[in-house]
């Protein structure tokens, strides 16, 4: 088996195998349109599903600067983990992260309550490691929330767990993170958990 670049092996009967030692798998995204860019594609999601560690999906245009990181968190151990590793960026790219957390109607008061709790846990942690942010709870489907906001804030990085709370262990990929890969323009880190 030949040895890729960033931890990943490869088989001739075209089985993925991946070594743990890689600490991040970098991919590209072509410019897919209507339901293509929906679903990011079954390669990209067995990557992320298969992989040890954190994979960074680029879009073809994207550039990463480091200005403004979006962070999605939901109170998940994936966001969690998510978090840690946007502490870790920040503060190496100087960069302030927007924490967001969406709330799939308004009239739900409890989870809007949940999200505001949230967004202060995670902004208390991030400031006192003296990263500057700002949180705010979105209302409306997930992904097109954080792909809405992160356009409007001119995020080039969001980062999310690869599952929310709703997550399945045994889904190769979360539904939102699977979204927001196909629809973002900007970088998306997905962060797998400890």
Known sequence: M????????????SKIYFGRNAHL??????????????????????VIGYAHCSVLIVPKTAKIE???????VDGSRYSDTAAT????????????VLIVSVVYSEHQEKRYSEATEEITRVDNFLTQEGISTEGRVLSGRPAEAIVEVANAKGVDLIVMGSHGRTGLDR???????????GYAECAV??????
Request: glycine letters at 10%.
């Open 25 to 46: 798998i970098v991919m590209g995204r072509r410019g897919y349109t209507g339901l293509m860019r929906v679903m990011m594609g079954s390669n990209t999601a067995k």
């Open 2 to 13: 030949p040895k890729i670049n960033l931890g990943l092996l490869t088989a001739p009967e």
């Open 66 to 72: 480091g200005k403004k990181i979006l962070l999605a």
């Open 171 to 181: 889904v190769l990929l979360g539904s939102v993170s699977d979204r927001v890969i």
């Open 85 to 96: 590793t946007v502490m870790s960026l920040a503060k190496h790219l100087h960069a302030s």
């Open 189 to 194: 880190l997905v962060v797998k958990a400890a």
